[in-house]
């Protein structure tokens, strides 16, 4: 069947060739409880990661290159994706983290029908969502954990080759926002959607734009400020990215998650910016 998941919209053959995004099947690169998402995801006992391999976005500064672009990693079934929802929980994950699902969803979709696990699962997503494919996700997903990397045109441009990030990331997130918020007595996410933000250098302006909009979604949405940006990936030709972001910078977007009012915010500890990166997160 052409795929036409996401935005990029190739319209190749997954089942005998890779698409933009890189693939074709299944592949992942691995999968393990995660202790180090946000408190209410990774909770006790680690969130169940999947990372699948590939990726529509191709931002230049992945943190994850060797799993979105090198693509290192195994081929698997339906059937083993199955497998692995449950042997997580079986492992005692406190939700499946579907990470990068985008161009997966119809396997995920397959997989849920063979083993629908009895734990939370979360659409862990880079925000660059056609809302055709968010309504099958909506079929399997309990929590929204998207990014929102960029509304300036430019930038995602410059960044991603896609200009139109934006214009397909702020309709999806305000769809995912809808999604109603529910803990249970100890405080893990059962429902609700957290947006992810990485600060960028030189992009502080940028990220201000993004706090003003997370301001307009409902206001139980979580936002998750990343300020932990290294430079990574492919970036030898983007001289503003070879630093990380400054103090100044990160208090300007600090102040404006302030000036907006933003309630529930995750902060991240700025020290945890290292290649080896294991973040410390805060309320
Ligand atoms: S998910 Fe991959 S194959 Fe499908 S349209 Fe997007 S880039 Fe193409």
């Known amino acids: 069947m052409d795929c036409t998941l996401c935005p990029v919209s190739c319209g190749a053959d997954r089942d005998k060739t890779n698409g933009y995004c890189g693939v074709s099947g299944i592949k992942i690169a691995k999968y393990y409880l995660h202790p180090y998402e946000e408190p209410p995801i990774s909770f006790k006992n680690g969130s169940g990661c999947v990372f699948f391999c590939g990726c529509s976005l191709k931002c230049v500064f992945c943190q ?100 139109d990030y934006a214009a397909y990331a702020l309709p999806a997130i305000e769809r995912m926002a809808r999604k109603p918020l529910k803990f249970d007595g100890s405080g893990k996410m059962l429902s609700g959607c957290i947006v992810r933000h990485l600060i960028l250098p030189l ?36 001289r503003e990215l070879q630093r990380r972001i400054t103090p100044r910078e990160y208090n300007k977007v600090l102040a404006a998650v302030e000036e907006y009012g933003l309630k529930n915010v995750f902060l991240q500890d700025k020290t945890s910016a290292d290649v080896n990166f294991i973040p410390d997160w805060d309320y």
């Open 64 to 163: 994850n290159y060797e799993l979105s672009r090198v693509q290192r990693g195994r081929d698997i079934s339906v059937r083993e994706l199955a497998r692995i929802f449950r042997e997580l929980e079986d492992m005692g994950a406190d939700n499946i983290n579907l990470v990068n699902p985008t161009h997966y969803v119809r396997h995920i979709a397959e997989a849920m029908q063979i083993y629908r696990p009895g734990i939370p699962v979360v659409y862990n997503s880079h925000g660059y969502e056609k809302i055709s494919t968010l309504e099958i996700a909506e079929g399997f997903t309990d929590i929204y954990l998207p990014d929102l990397k960029f509304i300036d045109k430019a930038l995602s441009a410059r960044y991603t080759g896609r200009e």
């Open 203 to 238: 992009a502080a302006y940028d990220s201000v734009n993004i706090v003003r909009f997370i301001s307009t979604l409902p206001a139980d949405t979580y936002f998750s400020l990343m300020s932990q940006y290294t430079p990574f990936g492919d970036i030898s030709a983007f």
